[in-house]
Nanobody, 122 residues
Framework: QVQLVESGGGLVQAGGSLRLSCAAS????????MGWFRQAPGKEREFLSA??????YYADSVKGRFTISRDNAKNTMYLQMNSLKPEDTAVYYC?????????????????WGQGTQVTVSS
């Protein structure tokens, strides 16, 4: 069982930056494939990024602006978000899966955090 807790969301102006954190419980964090998703009002949950071991993957919508990373010693994953746009406004979720099944599929992830709100003003 893995528990995930996101933090770092908030209100930022367009062009600004935020860093989200996802703290995980458990002693096997390093073996989990971790992902970030977001859900805007009235829209479906959207894949953003994933990290499997040291390999990283991004959706086209955030490639070049967002950077995913993890610190296995701290059981924590991060999402550095730069050049934020109003359309990035959403609730951001972290998720974990093990073993790796499908990186970009919401259904493949076994554990989810509660989400953190990111609001980008224009």
């Amino acid at each position: 069982q893995v528990q995930l807790v996101e933090s770092g969301g908030g209100l930022v102006q367009a062009g600004g930056s935020l860093r989200l954190s996802c703290a995980a419980s458990g002693r096997t964090f390093s073996t989990y494939t971790m992902g970030w998703f977001r859900q805007a009002p009235g829209k479906e949950r959207e894949f953003l990024s994933a990290i499997a071991w040291s390999s990283t993957y991004y959706a086209d919508s955030v490639k070049g602006r967002f950077t995913i990373s993890r610190d296995n010693a701290k059981n924590t994953m991060y999402l550095q978000m730069n050049s934020l746009k109003p359309e990035d406004t959403a609730v951001y979720y972290c998720a974990a899966q093990s073993p790796l099944y499908a990186l970009r599929s919401e259904a493949a992830y076994d554990y989810w955090g509660q989400g953190t709100q990111v609001t980008v003003s224009s």
